[in-house]
């Protein structure tokens, strides 16, 4: 079975203290955190973005 990962927004940086938690498989989880910090945190849409939070992606 595949590992479901989780990306938290209480541990990465942010100004408005968001607590929104992610989890479910890789796929499905990298793209809406991209969406998330794009819509609501005002970042740009790059590869190093997805990077950056691929890099935070951790094992539930």
Same mark, same amino acid.
Request: charged residues 35%; contains cysteine; negative net charge.
């Given at each position: 079975? /595949?590992?479901?990962? *989780? *990306? =938290? &927004?209480?541990?990465?940086?942010? /100004?408005?203290? &968001? $607590?929104? $938690? *992610?989890?479910?498989? @890789? /796929? @499905? !989880?990298?793209?809406?955190? !991209? +969406? +998330?910090? !794009? %819509? !609501? +945190?005002? +970042?740009? =849409? %790059?590869?190093?973005?997805? @990077?950056?939070?691929?890099?935070?992606? @951790? =094992?539930?």
């Amino acid at each position: 079975m /595949e590992k479901r990962k *989780i *990306i =938290d &927004c209480r541990k990465l940086p942010s /100004e408005s203290n &968001c $607590t929104l $938690t *992610i989890s479910g498989k @890789e /796929e @499905e !989880v990298l793209p809406l955190a !991209v +969406h +998330h910090v !794009v %819509t !609501v +945190h005002g +970042h740009e =849409d %790059t590869p190093e973005l997805k @990077e950056q939070l691929k890099a935070k992606l @951790e =094992d539930e």
